[in-house]
């Protein structure tokens, strides 16, 4: 079903230069071939037919290709989106590592690694002052309640890991709040709060953590009410496709929770089922011929496309079954 959404002819030009790097985007039996590669130094000669040709040369260059595009893409991003709230979206997952960085390093009185992302609506250096002299004003409502959130979590409970998930779930309520203009956008960003939950869920499950974590890292806004997961938090891991009946995850996440048992291949198929989820959504955006939508989507396909190849690379450096690399593979954009 076609989600409606604004047609804006402001991105007419924008979105005819997308359609055409939509086509160079990796299809599924390139990706077949990557997984076939038998060492990395074949996998680095079979990208030479793609886009990455001209940012890698050896195997162990991997991650500065993959840094290399990021910018590329997001430069892109800042040419050709207007409007500021798309932009404010697409950073918010930098502005809120940059914050769990500050905060973090606050609470344990250290210097802050250097480890901060510079695509961000804050800039990284910003951070201190702002939590120093606590100028919040400057700063979105969602990143000052999760700062005030989590810091009164640590100091009730010590436990850096409530940090951790209390910050990730001012993330998603910011990243749904900002998507309000754009109802294809809004659906999606509901979508991948779902994907999010049941992640948690499972990583509760696998981890044996304890419930306080599932209960305050389950994020409201989602398809799927998180009082679902909370009321079979004891059950068996089993239970889960019978909470998710009768929505788009049933299904797919009953057929591998077969393999619950091998955690590097149950992630690895989650990991598949969770872009096989996804991807649908930003197919969508075909149909649209104007508006901030389809710029959106190519964003969100490319780095889709950046964490599969990161995948690959470490799969053939740690020399990991390619029958098991090919489960990984979704059906791409």
Request: glycine share 2%.
């Given at each position: 079903?076609?989600?409606?959404?604004?047609?804006?002819?402001?991105?007419?030009?924008?979105?005819?230069?997308?359609?055409?790097?939509?086509?160079?985007l990796?299809?599924?039996?390139?990706?077949?071939?990557?997984?076939?590669?038998?060492?990395?130094?074949?996998?680095?000669?079979?990208?030479?037919?793609?886009?990455?040709?001209?940012?890698?040369?050896?195997?162990?260059?991997?991650?500065?290709?993959?840094?290399?595009?990021?910018?590329?893409?997001?430069?892109?991003?800042?040419?050709?989106?207007?409007?500021?709230?798309?932009?404010?979206?697409?950073?918010?997952?930098?502005?809120?590592?940059?914050?769990?960085?500050?905060?973090?390093?606050?609470?344990?009185?250290?210097?802050?690694?250097?480890?901060?992302?510079?695509?961000?609506?804050?800039?990284?250096?910003?951070?201190?002052?702002?939590?120093?002299?606590?100028?919040?004003?400057?700063?979105?409502?969602?990143?000052?309640?999760?700062?005030?959130?989590?810091i009164?979590?640590y100091?009730?409970?010590?436990?850096?890991?409530?940090?951790d998930?209390?910050?990730?779930?001012?993330?998603?309520?910011?990243?749904?709040?900002?998507?309000?203009?754009?109802?294809?956008?809004?659906?999606?960003?509901k979508?991948?709060?779902?994907?999010?939950?049941?992640?948690?869920?499972?990583r509760?499950?696998?981890?044996?953590?304890?419930?306080?974590?599932?209960?305050?890292?389950?994020?409201?806004?989602?398809?799927?009410?998180?009082?679902?997961?909370?009321?079979?938090?004891?059950?068996?891991?089993?239970?889960l496709?019978?909470?998710?009946?009768?929505?788009?995850?049933?299904?797919?996440?009953?057929?591998?929770?077969?393999?619950?048992?091998?955690?590097?291949?149950?992630?690895?198929?989650?990991?598949?089922?969770?872009?096989?989820?996804?991807?649908?959504?930003?197919?969508?955006?075909?149909?649209?011929?104007?508006?901030?939508?389809?710029?959106?989507?190519?964003?969100?396909?490319?780095?889709?496309?950046?964490?599969?190849?990161?995948?690959?690379?470490?799969?053939?450096?740690?020399?990991?079954p390619?029958?098991?690399?090919?489960?990984?593979?979704?059906?791409?954009?």
């Amino acid at each position: 079903m076609l989600i409606e959404t604004l047609q804006d002819e402001r991105y007419a030009f924008a979105v005819g230069k997308i359609r055409v790097l939509e086509t160079r985007l990796i299809k599924t039996p390139k990706y077949q071939r990557l997984a076939d590669a038998v060492s990395p130094d074949e996998l680095v000669s079979q990208l030479q037919d793609t886009d990455y040709a001209g940012y890698i040369e050896r195997p162990e260059e991997y991650p500065s290709m993959i840094k290399s595009v990021n910018k590329w893409l997001q430069g892109l991003m800042d040419k050709y989106i207007i409007d500021a709230w798309a932009l404010d979206f697409l950073k918010s997952h930098n502005d809120f590592h940059n914050l769990r960085v500050w905060v973090k390093s606050k609470l344990q009185e250290v210097k802050p690694p250097n480890i901060f992302l510079g695509w961000a609506k804050i800039e990284p250096e910003s951070w201190d002052k702002i939590l120093e002299e606590e100028r919040w004003s400057e700063i979105p409502t969602s990143m000052r309640d999760a700062i005030e959130e989590s810091i009164t979590t640590y100091y009730m409970s010590k436990d850096m890991r409530l940090v951790d998930i209390t910050i990730d779930r001012h993330l998603w309520r910011y990243r749904l709040e900002l998507s309000k203009p754009s109802s294809w956008l809004h659906e999606f960003t509901k979508l991948e709060i779902d994907l999010y939950n049941i992640e948690t869920f499972m990583r509760y499950k696998f981890m044996k953590l304890d419930r306080k974590i599932l209960h305050t890292g389950l994020v409201d806004g989602g398809t799927v009410d998180r009082i679902r997961l909370i009321e079979i938090a004891d059950d068996p891991i089993e239970s889960l496709p019978m909470a998710l009946r009768f929505t788009p995850y049933e299904y797919m996440v009953g057929e591998i929770v077969k393999d619950w048992k091998d955690p590097m291949k149950f992630f690895i198929l989650w990991d598949k089922v969770r872009d096989n989820l996804t991807l649908p959504i930003l197919k969508m955006t075909i149909y649209y011929t104007f508006g901030v939508d389809p710029i959106i989507a190519y964003f969100l396909a490319r780095k889709l496309e950046l964490r599969l190849l990161k995948f690959i690379f470490i799969a053939k450096f740690n020399e990991i079954p390619t029958d098991l690399i090919k489960c990984r593979i979704p059906d791409v954009y």
